[in-house]
């Protein structure tokens, strides 16, 4: 097949928005901001070139929401202030000159910070496995506080004030991470939110908290302004994690979702094992029911970069969107590559270890490590 007629490569038409292929960068942590959390120059480059490449969207690494509790590594960067804002700005400036929509995505870690001793969680309850090295943690991970009533107000007025200074950096919108094991999925994950009050309990109760902020956010925002969410099932410290009742609790979330009414749901397997770890019993995949339950553009990550599994996700209706991660830090030309017939730069570990920092990953690239032949 001519590769322009490709599924991956027809636009999709959004409201207020178009975008020139389904192909986007999925939210990737770099630990290379400045200790104070700001952007920089090697920063530019690196986002710049996704959007040279022909990714026609791009989620940013996961920014801090507040100065008090939500850092998850050193050197992440933030969206607490004008600085920051100045900071992504000339960033944002550049992707959007190369044809590419600029998410900023907005995480609190929770009690999976790489970086406070003192962390906060919906319950005290002690999170499995060790800190990420390369992303600077040593050691188990601390008991979380139990966080109060006026904990978790701080905690959204941080989300919606990280929105608005996302929007003053001129990003098209944001992403709140409710993934990968964070403070947000914390709330969702039953068993790890035992609370007795309005944020625990029914599936409704621990949707709430992220509910209120994308309503909250709604109230300060343009319409223009996208308000996606990140949902998964596994956790950074337990990648195959799955909902105890499946699908079931799948639809149940997906309900409350529908109600909050997100612009975008980007539906993340970070293990990369899409077909193991996102269908159910029942044949239906996380993202085919999120995009039957709520009819927004869904984004569906895990290994989107292999082509059988990227057409059948777009062919079957699984999703609008495919998201690209580790491939996409081997080669951030991979669109361009794919639609000319060239093959993409494979991706290899060294990559991210021991450190996951640009610089790092650059230097490998270059390295006798990785073999382009
Ligand atoms: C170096 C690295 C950093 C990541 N950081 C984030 C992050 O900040 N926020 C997030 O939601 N996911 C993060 N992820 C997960 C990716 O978004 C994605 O789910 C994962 O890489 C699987 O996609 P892939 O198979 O295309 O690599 C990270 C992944 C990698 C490899």
């Given amino acids: ?20 292929n389904r192909l986007i960068i999925a939210p990737m942590s770099r630990v290379s901001a400045t200790a104070e959390g700001l952007a920089t120059a090697e920063m530019e480059a690196y986002y710049t070139a996704f959007a040279k490449g022909g990714f026609s969207m791009i989620i940013t690494e996961g920014n801090y929401t507040d100065e008090m509790a939500s850092k998850a590594y050193p050197h992440q960067p933030g969206l607490t202030s004008s600085s920051h804002a100045a900071a992504w700005q000339p960033v944002v400036e550049q992707v959007k000159k190369h044809g590419s929509l600029m998410i900023a995505q907005l995480m609190h870690a929770g009690a999976l910070s790489q970086y406070f001793q003192e962390t906060l969680a919906p319950s005290a309850i002690q999170p499995a496995g060790v800190k990420m090295a390369q992303y600077g943690g040593t050691g188990a991970y601390p008991f979380p ?23 003053q ?19 969702l994950t039953p068993e790890l939110n035992v609370r007795e009050d309005q944020y625990g309990g029914s599936t409704s109760n621990r949707f709430r908290i992220a509910a209120e902020v994308i309503q909250d956010i709604r109230a300060v925002v343009p319409a223009h302004f996208l308000v996606g969410i990140r949902l998964s099932e596994g956790k950074v410290n337990d990648l195959k994690y799955r909902w105890k009742n499946g699908a079931a609790m799948a639809i149940e979330i997906l309900e409350e979702v529908r109600k909050a009414a997100p612009d975008f749901i980007h539906i993340a397997v970070q293990s990369g094992e899409w077909e193991r770890d996102s269908f159910y019993s029942n044949g239906t995949s996380y993202a085919a029911l999120a995009k039957q339950i709520t009819g927004k553009v869904i984004i569906a990550n895990g290994g989107m970069h292999q082509l059988t599994r990227a057409t059948r996700v777009i062919e079957e209706s699984h999703a609008d969107l495919l998201s690209v991660g580790k491939a996409a830090l081997a080669d951030p030309a991979w669109p361009m590559h794919i639609l000319n017939g060239t093959p993409p730069l494979p991706f290899h570990p060294d990559m ?17 490590h990785i073999n382009i032949s």
């Avoid at 139990?146 to 905690?155: H, Q, T, W």
């Avoid at 450190?355 to 230097?363: D, G, L, M, R, S």
């Fill in 352 to 368: 991210l270890w021991p450190e996951a920092t640009i610089k790092h990953a650059n230097e490998v690239i270059k390295s006798k």
């Fill in 1 to 20: 097949m001519d590769m322009i007629k490709h599924p991956i490569f027809q636009p999709l038409r959004w409201p207020g928005h178009s975008l020139k």
């Fill in 169 to 187: 950096a001129g990003f098209d919108g944001v992403e709140l991470h409710m993934a990968n094991g964070y403070l947000l999925d914390q709330f």
């Fill in 145 to 167: 506080k139990a966080m109060s009533l006026e904990d978790i107000n701080a905690v959204k007025k941080g989300f919606v004030n990280a929105a608005k200074v996302a929007l």
